[in-house]
């Protein structure tokens, strides 16, 4: 069995990060968001963007794909999705590419707790 390293990149790496990579943006305010998923370490970016950082490789193969599907995604469907507008490169202390997203508020949906019939009324 493999064990994966997961990343935990803090505040500080991701103000470097943003600082190298997007000079545009250093001056903007970066604070983590309090419900984290798994696969994504998220960072509020001033106050209408957000920061998704891959906590592992595998989570990383995600990233190109996203910011080619998502804006197409976006014209054919009816709420809003994010949609991604900057793609960060990997580094020495960072090693996966990253995600510029506008922010959308809302909730998060892993949060949500449904009944059976609910979920099945969903897949509908």
Do not use: C
């Not at 390293?5 to 500080?12: I, W, Y």
């Not at 545009?24 to 963007?49: C, F, K, S, W």
């Amino acid at each position: 069995m493999t064990m994966k390293t997961e990343m935990m990149p803090t505040v500080e790496l991701v103000r470097r990060l943003i600082a190298e990579q997007f000079p545009q943006y250093a001056g903007l305010p970066i604070v983590e968001v309090a419900q984290q998923g798994h696969d994504n370490r998220t960072y509020r970016l001033g106050d209408d963007m957000l920061i998704r950082m891959p906590s592992a490789a595998e989570y990383a193969l995600k990233v190109p794909i996203e910011q080619t599907v998502l804006p197409q995604l976006a014209d054919y469907l009816s709420i809003p999705i994010p949609v991604p507008i900057k793609m960060g490169e990997a580094s020495e202390e960072y090693p996966y590419p990253f995600s510029i997203y506008k922010w959308l508020a809302g909730k998060s949906i892993n949060r949500l707790i449904l009944t059976t019939q609910e979920t099945e009324q969903l897949v509908l």
